[in-house]
């Protein structure tokens, strides 16, 4: 029964919008562990809240003080204890897909020093290395197919921020004996270290499908900018945004103001802000996590001319907006290429847009229309001035998630399941999105130029969702154990079942034996994800899970 009660722990959260109810299920995909640095993103909710400005506030990750310990070491990953409450986070939420791994950084600035020779050094990173493999491949064995990331760290700041005059400064900081043990590197010396370091992590992920690294070192450069001067040498500033990723300018260190301050009594040297962490793990969501966490198809809008902005009153625009003035209200014209799409039903649709600027009042927070037309619109796929008032296929007001409220933040747009059966292979697919009738104020999306911020069309196969209605009556059930190989059990299922359906990604119906009501062969299922679809008098309800 422990097991059973595990499986089912996650969140829901209720959104009033559209004067609809939207339901938001919170499935674990990313488990954290680590040193010092696991355990402040632990604190601060750094993942969480990243994935939330990216749209993705459906997912959260999992951790605890045991797997994201401070002063951990790579030595610590291979204790039997600490292996063992991996693997026990990972069964008790088999949606994990990704374990976010923060190691390396403690043996590294523990054992290095400025006189060692490169042999010496070269010695130091290949123990190191030896050792962060093996905790790799301990965490591949935990699950199949799950992945590693490891996400490394940003340039550290101990010359300056010991300098710096203050309550503990000099030989009373408390990172003071960690520099001088490695005899007062400059930050040249150290940032050098710490790009060798990451190159050989780098290397290692690419001959490794199931082993990812973003390299960021120079990041807290990047997005804070060194706006005055550095108090030692070389001095001067630079301002956000100018460096170049991924490694800044080694010569320079993070800026003081992107380290933690514990209370205004001393700043860390090593450890970031909460805003430093979230730019860091924002940094990976953009370049990893995006799209992993999408499902089975993901689409980015065309360019060429096929995607823009459409108004009421017949004129067109290169900028994406929605909203409205009491003159003119303003939608976007999104053209996506699905004649790549499985030839079958959907079970979700959803569209990401990131958010540029907000002029007036926030649009959003009114009626959200979107319009979908299977082809295009007009007379030819692009964005032409009378798509705005065009009749499309179908019409719905989409759930609306994520997060609206600052520049750089995406929206998702979870569609009404009215709308797959006009998201075809067939042709390309449109969509209009609008908020008719609101007139006092307008907000811009990115558009195509940069593939990382460009529109997205995220598809899932399978059934379609239930309707909000459905899922408030619907009943309750979870099935065990998940990836299965041979007999997969239903628990939570309460009265007889009326109806028992298997189906792959793809919509097929697949045939499978029941062994008796509350279990089915799963023996002679190919490898890959299924649904399986229960119907009592109380309602139905859908699962998925994983064959190995």
């Not at 995909?29 to 990243?50: C, E, H, P, R, Y």
């Not at 710490?194 to 050989?200: E, H, T, V, Y």
């Amino acid at each position: 029964m422990k097991r059973i009660i595990l499986l089912l722990c996650f969140s829901v959260v209720f959104y009033a919008y559209s004067s609809a109810q939207c339901v938001e299920v919170n499935q674990p995909k990313v488990l954290l562990i680590g040193d010092s640095w696991a355990a402040f993103m632990n604190t601060d909710q750094t993942i969480n809240n990243a994935f939330k400005n990216w749209g993705h506030s459906n997912y959260k990750f999992v951790s605890n003080s045991i797997v994201s310990e401070n002063g951990a070491q790579t030595d610590d990953f291979q204790k039997v204890s600490k292996q063992n409450e991996i693997v026990n986070l990972i069964n008790a939420n088999p949606s994990i897909e990704v374990i976010h791994l923060s190691i390396g950084g403690n043996d590294v600035l523990g054992d290095w020093k400025v006189s060692f020779t490169p042999g010496q050094t070269d010695t130091l990173l290949e123990q190191v290395s030896e050792r962060l493999d093996s905790v790799i491949r301990f965490l591949k064995s935990t699950k199949p197919g799950i992945k590693v990331l490891w996400s490394g760290y940003t340039y550290p700041n101990f010359a300056e921020v010991v300098a710096m005059p203050g309550f503990l400064s000099g030989s009373q900081h408390p990172f003071y004996g960690t520099w001088d043990n490695m005899e007062q590197p400059t930050f040249t010396e150290l940032n050098t270290m710490l790009n060798r370091f990451s190159d050989s992590v780098t290397a290692y992920a690419a001959l490794d499908p199931q082993v990812d690294f973003v390299k960021a070192t120079g990041l807290m450069q990047y997005t804070f900018g060194q706006t005055a001067p550095l108090g030692i040498a070389p001095g001067g500033t630079y301002p956000a945004f100018s460096v170049p990723l991924p490694e800044g300018d080694p010569t320079y260190p993070s800026p003081k103001q992107s380290m933690r301050d514990y209370f205004g009594v001393t700043l860390d040297c090593f450890h970031l802000s909460p805003k430093g962490y979230l730019d860091l793990i924002e940094y990976h969501t953009q370049k990893y996590y995006h799209k992993l966490l999408m499902d089975d198809l993901y689409l980015l809008s065309e360019d060429n001319g096929n995607t823009g902005g459409v108004t009421s009153t017949s004129n067109t625009a290169s900028n994406l907006r929605i909203g409205g003035s009491s003159t003119e209200f303003f939608g976007i014209h999104l053209s996506f290429n699905t004649t790549n799409m499985a030839d079958t039903t959907l079970a979700k649709a959803s569209i990401f847009l990131r958010r540029e600027a907000l002029t007036g009042s926030n649009p959003l927070n009114g009626t959200i229309d979107v319009k979908v037309k299977s082809g295009n619109f007009g007379a030819s796929a692009a964005v032409e001035a009378s798509d705005y008032a065009a009749p499309g296929d179908g019409t719905g007001n989409p759930c609306v998630f994520g997060n609206s409220a600052n520049n750089g933040n995406w929206v998702r747009f979870d569609l009404p399941a009215s709308l797959y059966p006009f998201i075809n292979k067939n042709s390309n697919t449109q969509f209009i999105i609008s908020t008719p009738g609101f007139n006092s104020g307008d907000m811009a999306f990115s558009g195509t130029s940069n593939l990382d911020y460009a529109p997205v069309l995220n598809l899932k196969y399978g059934s379609p969702s239930v309707s909000v209605k459905e899922v408030e009556n619907s009943i309750k059930f979870s099935v065990f154990p998940n990836p299965v190989k041979d007999q997969l059990q239903i628990e939570g299922v309460y009265g007889d079942i009326l109806r028992l359906q298997v189906v792959n990604i793809f919509g097929q119906q697949i045939g499978v034996n029941l062994l008796n009501e509350r279990s089915i062969s799963t023996e002679n299922l190919p490898t890959g994800n299924y649904f399986i679809s229960i119907t009592t008098k109380e309602g139905s309800a859908t699962q998925r899970f994983i064959k190995e």
